[in-house]
Each structure stands twice: as C-alpha cells, then as structure tokens.
Antibody, heavy 116, light 107 residues
C-alpha cells in the first residue's frame, strides 16, 4: 500500500523558517517524481513544486521559488520542503504527493500556521 | 501560466440528475488534465487522469471528456457520498495549475 506521511508542521513566527518532511512507503520511491501542494484555510489547491528521481531537476511555482526549497533523500525514502521567510500568506495545509502527469497518491497533509 | 477556468463554483443536485463540471484551459493542454475530489478534512483523491481515464477504484458513474480546450467531469446518478469539492489540474506545462474548485452538494 502506498503511504505518504507528512510531518514538521506547526506554529511558526513570521520571518522564520520551517522544514517539512514526507515519509514514503509502499512503492519504489526513487522511481518517481515527487511534489508538494498546499491549501490555505478555506481556499483551493496550489502547486508548490516537484523534484525528479535523482534531484537533478526541481521545478517551482515562480512566486515561491526564492522562499521554498525541495529536496529528497532516496536512501531514507523521504521528501523535504524547506520554507524560509514565512509570512501569514504561507499558513496552509501542506501535502506531499507522488507526482507525474497526475497526482495519484497524496499524504494526509501537515498544517503550518504562521503567526506571532 | 495556463489558466484553468472552472465552473460552476458550486451546485446543488439531486440523486437522479447528471452532474457536469467544466474546466476551460487558456490554451491547449493535450489532455494532460486530471480531476480530484476532496472531502472536508481530507486530502484530494484522484478520479480521472489523461482527461478520460478512470483512476483505480473510482466508480464508473464518474467520467471525463473534452471538447476543444474545455474539459468536463460528469457524474451520472450521483450518490450522497459524492458531495465534496472537485478540482481540475492541468499538467501540460510548468507550473501545473488547478481550477478554483466546484463545491457539490447532493440533496
């Protein structure tokens, strides 16, 4: 069974950084692109970015490119999202997903709240 | 970025109706279009990929189609459990972009 489990969310002050993790199991992690999607409270889905199998290609939505960094550790079957200079507009549930032409598998999400 | 214009924003349907949700792409996307259902407090679930292919385990009352750059999700004889928010996603070009969502209520 494919399983994606995000962690690392919580309350963070404006301007600070936070790193999210996504532990993958049930499939060959190093065979797939992986991605991050977020959802602000009561809002729609926003694609953040994606990373290919060997980390040689990483794509971001332009508005987040300078704040967020996606990485992965294939030995640990784990995807990461490093977020910096956080603002209230970054308050959202953050989902990891097995990427590709469609997102067949999603994690349960982790809530990040940016507030003083 | 490719814009996905999704409509309607919300709708209320009876169990005997055929429900149709549409997404119009701002340019051609070569059927790189998928549909998702999201229920309150849950992560999105894939329904349709490649515009018309049914994802594993999805009931056959869900179907997808295309006319030009307009893509449609149809639910035939919806069930109460089909209530939720539906999103389209284009993955033809980076960044992939979602439609704004359609909230479906079954009455």
């Amino acid at each position: 069974e494919v399983k994606l489990v995000e962690s690392g969310g919580g309350l963070v002050q404006p301007g600070r950084s936070l790193k999210l993790s996504c532990a993958a199991s049930g499939f060959s992690f190093n065979d797939y692109w992986m991605g991050w999607v977020r959802q602000a409270p009561g809002k729609g889905l926003e694609w953040i970015g994606e990373i290919n199998q060997d980390s040689s290609t990483i794509n971001y939505t332009p508005s987040l490119k300078d704040k967020f960094t996606i990485s992965r550790d294939n030995a640990q079957n784990t995807l990461y999202l490093q977020m910096s200079k956080l603002g209230s507009e970054d308050t959202a549930i953050y989902y990891c997903a097995r990427a590709g032409w469609s997102f067949a598998y999603w994690g349960q999400g982790t809530l990040v709240t940016v507030s003083s | 970025d490719i814009q996905m214009t999704q409509s309607p924003a919300s709708l209320s349907a009876s169990l005997e109706e055929i429900v149709t949700i549409t997404c119009k792409a701002s340019q051609g996307i070569d059927d790189y279009l998928s549909w998702y259902q999201q229920k309150p407090g849950k992560s999105p679930q894939l329904l349709i990929y490649d515009a018309t292919s049914l994802a594993d385990g999805v009931p056959s009352r869900f179907s997808g189609s295309r006319s030009g750059t307009q893509y449609s999700l149809k639910i035939s004889r919806p069930q109460v459990d089909d209530s939720g928010i539906y999103y389209c996603l284009q993955s033809y070009s980076t960044p992939p972009t979602f439609g704004a969502g359609t909230k479906l209520e079954l009455k």
